[in-house]
């Protein structure tokens, strides 16, 4: 089955540090990837997807590139700031069949002044 | 165009009660997913309507149960509540074929 491994925190940065989450996933077919973000308190938001092999998603200064060679999608921002401060989850969706999507365990990221 | 909604955003119930959560999908959208998030875990998969018919599930017991409506609404229904069905549920829009779902806030359900 399809699965999604993401380094667990909390990881803690000073504001403008340079921020890198790691993410591998194991899929049976050809997935699309997400990194999804939630607030405090808050449901999901989609930060960012990719939907095949070197595709690069980015948002709100936020990348991640889909390599299928390694399995990967890490998720890094040059210069985080207080206001991001959340838990972040890497998550994967199948194409085939109903698109059920799994996600990772959530890393929370907590960036002090 | 409206996002996903959920009402209600929190609720507390007794075990072995039943309860009812409902969902407004994104406008446009004709498939509905629902997630269960314990605290500290990411959100796991119960099941998908589409055409008002379930058509996947994850590992969840049939005490878990769902309708979808001709307007694409849809709604979680849990029967005998038990103390770990306390979690975030989270329900999800999208439009199939499309692999990229789209969230509501989530309602809390406290079972005690």
């Known amino acids: 089955g399809n699965s999604v491994t993401q380094m667990e925190g909390p990881v803690t940065l000073s504001e403008e540090a340079f921020l890198t989450i790691n993410c591998t996933y194991t899929?049976?077919?050809?997935?699309?990837l997400f990194w999804y973000v939630q607030y405090p308190g808050e449901g999901l938001q989609l930060l960012l997807k990719a939907t095949k092999a070197d595709d690069k998603g980015s948002n709100k200064g936020f990348e991640a590139t889909y390599r299928k060679e390694t399995t990967s999608f890490h998720l890094e921002k040059g210069s985080v700031q207080v206001s991001d401060s959340a838990v972040y989850f890497c998550a994967l969706s199948d194409r085939r069949g109903y698109q059920k999507v799994t996600f990772g365990i959530g890393t929370k990221l907590q960036v002090i002044p | 165009e409206t996002g996903v909604t959920q009402s209600p955003t929190h609720l507390i119930k007794t075990r072995g009660q039943q309860v009812t959560l409902r969902c407004s999908s994104q406008?446009?959208?004709?498939?509905v997913s629902w997630y269960q998030q314990a605290l500290g875990q990411g959100p796991q998969f119960i099941f998908q309507y589409y055409r008002e018919e379930e058509n996947g599930r994850g590992n969840f017991p049939p005490r878990f149960s769902g309708l979808q409506f001709p307007n694409y609404s849809s709604e979680l229904n849990v029967n005998a509540l038990e103390l770990d069905d306390s979690a975030l549920y989270l329900c999800a829009s999208s439009f199939q074929g499309n692999t990229e779902a789209f969230f509501g806030q989530g309602t809390r359900l406290t079972v005690v």
């Open positions: 406008s446009g959208h004709n498939t």
């Open positions: 899929a049976t077919g050809y997935p699309s």
